[in-house]
C-alpha cells in the first residue's frame, strides 16, 4: 500500500488567482488529490499514489504553468 503524500504551494506575492493541480499516474490515470487553503497565501495538496512509478504533475496558476514539480513513488 501507499501512504498519503503531500507538497506545499506558496503563493507569496504572486497575486491572487487560480490554483490548478492535476497529477497523473504511470498507467495514465488522473489521481484523486485534495487541496487546502493553509491561509498565508500557502496550500496543502494531498494524493495518495496508486503504484509505483513516476508522476506527472500539472500545476497552473492563473493558467500559467508552474515548471519543476516532479514526484516518484516506489
Avoid: M, W
Avoid at 7 to 19: S, T
Avoid at 37 to 65: A, K, M, Q, R, W
Amino acid at each position: 500500500y501507499f501512504l498519503i503524500s503531500n507538497f506545499l504551494v506558496i503563493r507569496k506575492n504572486a497575486g491572487f488567482a487560480d490554483l490548478d493541480v492535476t497529477v497523473r499516474c504511470p498507467l495514465g490515470q488522473d489521481l484523486p488529490i485534495t487541496v487546502k487553503s493553509l491561509g498565508n497565501d500557502t496550500d496543502l495538496i494531498e494524493l495518495c499514489p496508486s503504484s509505483p512509478g513516476n508522476y506527472c504533475f500539472h500545476v497552473t496558476y492563473g493558467g500559467d504553468p508552474i515548471p519543476g514539480i516532479y514526484f516518484v513513488s516506489g
